[in-house]
C-alpha cells in the first residue's frame, strides 16, 4: 500500500523559511517522479513543483519559481520543499503526490500558516 | 501555462439524477487529462485519468470523455456519497494546472 506522510508545516512569518518532508513508502520510490501540490483554505488545488525521478529535471509554477526549492533524496524515500521568502497567500495545506503525470496517491497533507 | 475552465461552478441535483461535469482547456491537451474527487476535509482521489479511464476501484457509474480542449465527467446516477467537489487536471504540459473545481451539492 502506497503511503506518503507529509511534515513540517507550521505557522511562520511573512518573510520566513520553512522546509517541507515527504516521507514515502509501498512503491519504488526512486522509479517515480515527484510533486508537490498545494491548496489555500477554501480555494482549488494548486500544482507548484515537479522533479524526475533522479532529480536531473525540475519544475515550477510561476507562483512559487525563484522562492521555492524542490530536492529529493532517494535513499531516504523523502522529498522536500525548501520555502523562503513566504507570503501570506502561500498559507495552504501542502501535498506531495507521486508520478509525472496524474496523481493516483496522496499523503494527508501538511498546513502552513504564514501570518504574523 | 495551459488555464482549464470548469462549468458550472455548482451543479445542484437530487441523489439518482444525472451529473455532467465540464473542463475546457485552453489549449490541446490531447487525452492526457485526470478528474479527481474531493470530499471535505480530505486529500484528492484520482477517478479518471487519460480523459477516459477509471481509477482502481472507482464504481463505473464514473465516467469521463472527450480529447483535446473539451473533456465531460458524467456520473450517472448520484449516490449520497457522490455530493464533493470535481477538479479536473492536465498533464499534456510540463506545467500540471488544475480546474477551479465544480462543486456538486444535493439540491
Known amino acids: 500500500e502506497v503511503q506518503l506522510v507529509e511534515s513540517g508545516g507550521d505557522l511562520v512569518q511573512p518573510g520566513g523559511s520553512l522546509r517541507l518532508s515527504c516521507t514515502s513508502s509501498g512503491f519504488m520510490f526512486s522509479s517515480y517522479s515527484m510533486n508537490w501540490v498545494r491548496q489555500a483554505p477554501g480555494k482549488g488545488l494548486e500544482w507548484i513543483s515537479y522533479i524526475s525521478h533522479v532529480g536531473t529535471t525540475i519544475y515550477y509554477a510561476d507562483s512559487v519559481k525563484g522562492r521555492f526549492t524542490i530536492s529529493r533524496d532517494n535513499a531516504k524515500n523523502s522529498l522536500y520543499l525548501q520555502m523562503n521568502s513566504l507570503r501570506g497567500e502561500d498559507t495552504a495545506v501542502y501535498y506531495c503526490?507521486?508520478?509525472?503525470?496524474?496523481?493516483?496517491?496522496w499523503g494527508q497533507g501538511t498546513l502552513v500558516t504564514v501570518s504574523s | 501555462e495551459i488555464v482549464l475552465t470548469q462549468s458550472p461552478g455548482t451543479l445542484s441535483l437530487s441523489p439518482g439524477e444525472r451529473a455532467t461535469l465540464s473542463c475546457r482547456a485552453s489549449?490541446?491537451?490531447?487525452?492526457?487529462l485526470a478528474w479527481y474527487q474531493q470530499k471535505r476535509g480530505q486529500a484528492p482521489r484520482l477517478l479518471i485519468y487519460g480523459a477516459s479511464s477509471r481509477a482502481t476501484g472507482i464504481p463505473d457509474r464514473f465516467s469521463g470523455s472527450g480529447s483535446g480542449t473539451d473533456f465531460t465527467l458524467t456520473i450517472t446516477r448520484l449516490e449520497p456519497e457522490d455530493f464533493a467537489v470535481y477538479y479536473c487536471q492536465q498533464y499534456g504540459s510540463s506545467f500540471r494546472t488544475f480546474g477551479q473545481g465544480t462543486k456538486v451539492e444535493i439540491k
Open positions: 489549449e490541446s491537451v490531447s487525452s492526457n
Open positions: 503526490a507521486p508520478r509525472g503525470t496524474y496523481f493516483d496517491s
